[in-house]
T-cell receptor
Framework: DMKVTQMPRYLIKRMGENVLLECGQD?????MYWYRQDPGLGLQLIYI???????SEGDIPKGYRVSRKKREHFSLILDSAKTNQTSVYFC?????????????FGSGTRLLVI | KTQVEQSPQSLVVRQGENCVLQ??????????LRWFKQDTGKGLVSLTV?????DKTSNGRYSATLDKDAKHSTLHITATLLDDTATYIC?????????????FGAGTQLIVIP
């Protein structure tokens, strides 16, 4: 079963702590994404990765960094978490980004920063 | 500025009724448009993708149209089921490659009642 797996599903962190969100996919997709979803807003792109060590900033990269050392694994790191980073984070992957490519989303990580 | 607007924000229908969800956008260029279904607490699942000027697609009880001149799309759900309760998200891709960006609407929350 092709899927994107996110860990953890739920996370509570104190302001200033470091946060690591992990994402894995088993489809050998080249392109992977990190988005955040906030109430009343569409998903916002944080980072996109075109392949191993080939990452680009999305629309809201400030306060985040990413790591992709293997094609199947893409991590999102928050150095010194802030309360406004409380959100639901989604990882996704696609084979090519073309209209006919599959977009597969993980189930999300719900992060609360207190 | 929001480039993808969905209406209504929320909708309640009785099981068995039909419904229509609207998506208006200002994204340019508009290479393709996708409709996703997001169950509560889950990731997004692609329902259909529309590419061409006056495209129409059908996927079981879901059908969609795209009018690129008007920058408008509709998603029709026929004979709704309780399992159709979800948020439906309209997404416009500005290119047909991984270099493009996906622009997300905030979604229409559909509730199907018995």
């Amino acid at each position: 079963d092709m899927k994107v797996t996110q860990m953890p599903r739920y996370l509570i962190k104190r302001m200033g702590e470091n946060v690591l969100l992990e994402c894995g996919q088993d489809m050998s997709h080249e392109t992977m994404y990190w988005y955040r979803q906030d109430p009343g807003l569409g998903l916002q792109l944080i980072y996109i990765s075109y392949d191993v060590d080939s990452n680009s900033e999305g629309d809201i990269p400030k306060g985040y960094r990413v790591s992709r050392k293997k094609r199947e694994h893409f991590s999102l790191i928050l150095d010194s978490a802030k309360t406004n980073q409380t959100s639901v984070y989604f990882c996704a992957s696609s084979s090519s980004g073309t209209p006919n490519s599959d977009y597969t989303f993980g189930s999300g990580t719900r992060l609360l920063v207190i | 500025k929001t480039q993808v607007e969905q209406s209504p924000q929320s909708l309640v229908v009785r099981q068995g009724e039909n419904c229509v969800l609207q998506c208006n956008y200002s994204v340019t260029p508009d290479n393709h448009l996708r409709w996703f279904k997001q169950d509560t607490g889950k990731g997004l699942v692609s329902l259909t993708v529309l590419v061409h000027e006056n495209d129409k697609t059908s996927n079981g009880r879901y059908s969609a149209t795209l009018d690129k001149d008007a920058k408008h799309s509709t998603l029709h759900i026929t004979a709704t089921l309780l399992d159709d309760t979800a948020t439906y998200i309209c997404v416009v891709g500005d290119r047909g490659s991984a270099l493009g960006r996906l622009h997300f609407g905030a979604g229409t929350q559909l509730i199907v009642i018995p």
